[in-house]
C-alpha cells in the first residue's frame, strides 16, 4: 500500500510539473509575440524617421538596415550549422524564410493593405529575388545539370553568391539618390537621429529575442502536445526565424509604409541566399541533402509569381485576392510537406 501511495505521489508531482511548465511555456510564447510586435513598431518609427533623414526612400531603408536586421536569425542559425556541419538545416534554414517571405508574408500584408509596387522594384530589386531563386536552383539541382560533385554548395559556389551579393548592394546604393522619398506627412513623428538609431536597434533587439521566445514557448508546447519533431522544424521553426520579417512588414503596412514592409521582404530574399549562404558555403560546403528540386522550384515559382502579381494585375498593386492567393499556397506547400515527413 505504501508503495502505491509512493508511485501516486510521484505521479502527481509529474503531473502538477508539467502543467507548471506548460503555463510557462505559454507565458513565453505570449512574451515573445510581444516582443515581437513592439519591435516592429521601434523598427518601423526608426527606419522611417532614418529615411527622411537621408533623403531616401522607405523602399531602400527596408531593402538595406530593416531587411538586414529583420535577417539576423537566419544568418546565425546557417553559419553556425555550417560551422557544425549540418549543411542541409543552414541550406532548409534560407530557403524555406524566403517560401515563407514571399508567399506568407507578402500575402498576409497584402492582405492587410494592398501594397503599390514602384516600377523601379518591378524592373530591377524584383528581379534579383527571382535571379537569386534560379542561381540557388541551378545549384541544387545537381544530377540535373549533370554535376558529378552531387548536390553540394560549394566554397566555390558560396564565393559566386558572395559576388551576386557585392552586386545587387552596388546597384541599390547607386539607385538610392535616384529614387524619390515618400512625401512626408503631419503624422510622422519628428525624430533626431540618434533616437532613430536607438529605435531601429531596439526594435531589432525586440524582434531576434522575442522571435526566439516565440519558438522555443511554441515548440514546448508542440511537443507537449504529441506533434512530431519533424512537423515542428517544417512549421514552428521554419516560420520563427521569419517572425522578424513577418511583424515589421505587417506594421509597417498598417502604418502606411508599404515600402518598408515590400524592400523588407525583397531585401530579406536577396540577403538569405546571396549573403547568408554565400557566407555558409564559404565557411564550410554544404549538402542539399533533405532539401529536394521540388523546394527550389516551389521557391523559383513563387519569385516569379510575386513579379507576376505585381506587375501585370491591379496596376502594380499587389491585391488583397492575389495576397490570399500567395496564402493559400503557402498552406498547401506546409500541408503537402507535412503529408510526406
Same mark, same amino acid.
Given at each position: 500500500?505504501?508503495? $502505491? ?20 511555456? !505559454?507565458?513565453?510564447? @505570449? ?11 521601434? @523598427? ?5 524617421? /532614418?529615411? *527622411? ?9 527596408? @531593402?538595406?538596415? &530593416? ?15 555550417? !560551422? ?14 524566403? !517560401? ?10 497584402? #492582405? ?18 527571382? /535571379? ?6 541551378? #545549384? ?10 552531387? *548536390? ?15 552586386? $545587387? #548592394? ?44 516565440? +519558438? ?19 512549421? /514552428? &521553426? ?12 505587417? &506594421? ?7 515600402? !518598408? ?13 546571396? $549573403? ?21 522550384? +516551389? ?20 491585391? *488583397? ?8 499556397? =503557402? +498552406?498547401?506547400?506546409?500541408? =503537402? ?5
Amino acid at each position: 500500500m505504501q508503495h $502505491f501511495q509512493d508511485i501516486k505521489k510521484i505521479a502527481t508531482f509529474a503531473l502538477h510539473k508539467d502543467k507548471k511548465n506548460m503555463l510557462l511555456n !505559454i507565458f513565453i510564447l @505570449l512574451l515573445g509575440l510581444v516582443l515581437i510586435l513592439a519591435g516592429a513598431n521601434f @523598427l518601423t518609427d526608426g527606419a522611417s524617421a /532614418i529615411a *527622411r533623414r537621408w533623403g531616401v526612400s522607405d523602399l531602400v531603408v527596408g @531593402l538595406t538596415v &530593416v531587411a538586414f536586421g529583420t535577417s539576423t536569425p537566419e544568418l546565425v542559425i546557417s553559419v553556425v550549422s555550417a !560551422i557544425e556541419g549540418s549543411g542541409q538545416l543552414a541550406i532548409g534554414n534560407a530557403v524555406g524564410s524566403n !517560401i515563407f517571405n514571399i508567399m506568407a508574408i507578402i500575402g498576409i500584408t497584402a #492582405m492587410v493593405r494592398p501594397i503599390k509596387v514602384p516600377v523601379n522594384t518591378m524592373t530591377a530589386d524584383i528581379p534579383f529575388v527571382i /535571379i537569386s531563386s534560379l542561381v540557388i536552383l541551378a #545549384m541544387g539541382a545537381g544530377t540535373l545539370l549533370g554535376n558529378d560533385g552531387g *548536390r553540394i554548395l560549394w566554397r566555390s559556389d558560396g564565393i559566386v553568391l558572395l559576388l551576386f551579393f557585392a552586386i $545587387f #548592394m552596388r546597384y541599390t546604393f547607386s539607385q538610392a539618390k535616384h529614387i524619390e522619398p515618400e512625401p512626408q506627412t503631419n503624422s510622422a513623428p519628428s525624430m533626431s537621429a540618434w533616437k532613430a538609431w536607438l529605435w531601429v536597434a531596439l526594435g531589432l533587439a525586440g524582434l531576434v529575442w522575442g522571435g526566439d521566445k516565440f +519558438v522555443e514557448g511554441a515548440s514546448y508546447i508542440a511537443k507537449a502536445l504529441g506533434v512530431s519533431d519533424a512537423i515542428i522544424g517544417l512549421t /514552428i &521553426v521554419a516560420a520563427g526565424t521569419s517572425l522578424p520579417e513577418l511583424a515589421a512588414s505587417v &506594421v509597417a503596412a498598417v502604418k502606411g509604409k508599404p515600402g !518598408i514592409a515590400l524592400g523588407n521582404v525583397i531585401g530579406s530574399n536577396i540577403f538569405n541566399i546571396f $549573403f547568408v549562404l554565400g557566407t555558409a558555403a564559404t565557411i564550410r560546403p554544404l549538402e542539399f541533402g533533405g532539401i529536394g528540386t521540388f523546394d527550389l522550384l +516551389v521557391l523559383a515559382v513563387a519569385s516569379i509569381l510575386f513579379w507576376l502579381f505585381g506587375w501585370f494585375i491591379g496596376k502594380r498593386t499587389i491585391t *488583397r485576392a492575389e495576397g490570399a492567393v500567395l496564402t493559400a499556397g =503557402y +498552406v498547401a506547400y506546409v500541408a =503537402y510537406l507535412i503529408s510526406i515527413a
